[in-house]
């Protein structure tokens, strides 16, 4: 029997996600999946899922959730935390990077991603029906998340169910972060649809996130950029990834996530490098970022450093024992006859 988590509250911006869907976007299906893929995984590994385990992404606030099957156990990532109201009456903070384990009945208050994006994932993963791969996600489309809509009062998450004999918990004593260096980028496919004081000053001058993003993209603010021409501002419709950076006539850069669509036809004046897209979920209305030009070795040298620090961090889990737990094995393990210790004279 599996686990399961009630919607008691839908909140804003929560939606389930994974690693995304590849592989379909000559369907016109964006991968969708984490916008901040080294974090989901580390709410993972927490917990020891699989690392590709399907989670709830949290991008917003107000979302409230009851185990009405379990034990659950749980593991946030990101800045934030949550408050849970057990079934005994008592009350608990639920800190990022620790995981929990919570019974049936028990309430969890999630709190604010204060950074723009948080994850809480559930030991053995979210298991709605995949779709196409995948369980991210992708409500434009109608794909997975309870029906291919955004989160109702009473919906249900089934997932796993905690049955595990030690009562030790895990944590991080360090927490997964981003850098704050300026944003890496290589230029192009269209840079020549732009002056060169154009891109001089796209690479100068710092750049606000505006509160007109979602999952699909994000707008930002600044000195408008000049294409060549008023014509160089459209071009035919062409393939776009995550991270390309769309510049339409009113000079405004647009910066495509993990569910822009597929074609496009504003030029794009650059692409983020992979290693630096998580970084993106993070630019909350009124950040600044700037970016800088890097060549392809770079970008793929920036990857492997991203990817080592992973590993690194990795390696900071520890297990406890959380406070007022009776830790049974142990205590089994002792040499006790009826409660009295056996000592030879």
Known sequence: MSGALEIVQPGIGTTVQDRGRA?????????????DAPMAQAANALLGNSLDAAMLELRGMGTVLRVQSGPVRVALAGRTSAICLCSDGRRRTLPAWHSATLPQGDLLQLGAAESGCAYLAVAGGLLVPPQLGSRSSYWRAGL??????????GDLLPCGQWRGADPREWRSRSPWTTNEAPVRVLLGPQQDHFTADA????????????????????????????HVNAAAAD?????????AIQVPANGQPIVLLADG??????????????????????????TRV??????????????????DRWQR??????????????DEIALYGANLISGVLHATP
């Open 23 to 35: 592989g379909h976007r000559h369907h016109g299906t964006p991968p969708s999946g984490w916008l």
């Open 235 to 243: 071009i035919v419709s062409d393939g776009v990834a995550p991270g």
């Open 199 to 226: 891109i001089a000053q796209f690479l100068s001058q710092d750049w606000e996130a505006t509160a007109a993003q979602d999952r699909m993209g994000l707008r930002l603010l600044g000195q408008p950029l000049a």
């Open 261 to 286: 669509q597929t074609v496009g036809g504003y030029p794009k004046i650059a692409t983020v490098v992979s290693a630096d897209l998580p970084r993106l979920a993070h630019l909350l209305p009124g």
């Open 144 to 153: 997975a998340g309870v029906l291919g809509r955004a989160f109702r009062t």
């Open 290 to 307: 700037r970016f800088e030009r890097v060549n392809m070795e770079t970008a793929h040298r920036a990857l492997l450093i991203e990817q």
């Open 313 to 326: 961090w990795l390696k900071t889990r520890e297990a406890y024992l959380p406070p007022g737990t009776v």
